[in-house]
């Protein structure tokens, strides 16, 4: 019997790690015409974001909260900021999740969702698995 395995959907978000987000944030709106929501704070990430909608997809723009913050260490290698991660809606992500296992692919962590920024489960995959990018996956009913 072959199995049903959920494929990606839309693109959620592309998410952009930024020193400073307010001067990141100023420099979209300004020069961009981009629609900038107010700053939230996500303990729980270690992170400030800002959502940029646009009528296809969103911008995340994140900046780290402290030292401990993976976004942290990815600003110490891209000091001016940069793309950290893209981010896939899959109707399923247990199906998704069975999926990578079933080609090789690592989930990062301990391999079980998180909740994500927007309160549905995530999880994120190893970037050397895609072309070096991060990619994170949210179950989207
Ligand atoms: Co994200």
Same mark, same amino acid.
């Given at each position: 019997m072959t199995k049903v395995y959920s494929n990606i959907g839309r693109l959620n978000h592309v998410a952009i790690a930024v020193p400073d987000i307010m001067l990141a944030s100023d420099m979209w709106h300004k020069a961009l015409g981009a629609n900038v929501s107010e700053p939230q704070t996500l303990p729980e990430h270690g992170v400030k974001v800002v959502?940029? #909608?646009?009528? *296809? /997809?969103?911008? &995340? =723009?994140? &900046?780290?909260? +402290? &030292? +401990?913050?993976? !976004? @942290? *260490?990815?600003l110490k290698k891209n000091p001016n900021g940069g793309m950290h991660h893209i981010c896939y809606e899959v109707s399923d992500l247990k199906s998704a999740s069975l999926k990578l296992k079933a080609v090789g692919a690592t989930i990062l962590g301990n391999g079980n969702p998180k909740i994500g920024a927007h309160g549905n489960?995530?999880? $994120? =995959?190893?970037? @050397? #698995? $895609?072309?070096? /990018?991060? !990619?994170e996956l949210e179950e989207i009913k």
């Open positions: 959502f940029i #909608d646009s009528p *296809n /997809t969103k911008v &995340e =723009l994140l &900046e780290p909260l +402290n &030292e +401990n913050s993976p !976004i @942290s *260490n990815f489960p995530v999880i $994120f =995959l190893k970037p @050397s #698995d $895609f072309s070096g /990018t991060l !990619i």
